[in-house]
Nanobody
Framework: EVQLVESGGGSVQPGGSLRLSCATS????????MSWVRQAPGKGLEWVST????????TYADSVKGRFTVSRDNAKNTLYLQMNSLKPEDTAVYYC????????RGQGTQVTVSS
């Protein structure tokens, strides 16, 4: 059974940073491209970032480019998202997913950016 467990969310002020983690099991992590998606209050799922299986190729939504960094540790079966210069509009539940559409995703971790 595929399991994706996100952690690291919280409440921060604008300009702050958070690092999200996603612990995975139930599939061969090192062979899977992985993504982060998010859902803001009252809105649909939004793709944030994708990293390829080896970690050498990353893509980002324009809204987070230059502020967020996706990475992975294939030895630990774990995906990360470093979020810097956070803005109120980054407030959302963040999910790691095995597809960019977020079809298969974890339970999510809440990120709230507010002064």
């Amino acid at each position: 059974e595929v399991q994706l467990v996100e952690s690291g969310g919280g409440s921060v002020q604008p300009g702050g940073s958070l690092r999200l983690s996603c612990a995975t099991s139930g599939f061969i992590f090192s062979t899977a491209d992985m993504s982060w998606v998010r859902q803001a209050p009252g809105k649909g799922l939004e793709w944030v970032s994708t990293i390829n299986r080896g970690g050498g190729s990353t893509t980002y939504a324009d809204s987070v480019k230059g502020r967020f960094t996706v990475s992975r540790d294939n030895a630990k079966n774990t995906l990360y998202l470093q979020m810097n210069s956070l803005k109120p509009e980054d407030t959302a539940v963040y999910y790691c997913a095995t597809t960019p559409s977020g079809t298969r995703r974890g339970q999510g971790t809440q990120v709230t950016v507010s002064s």
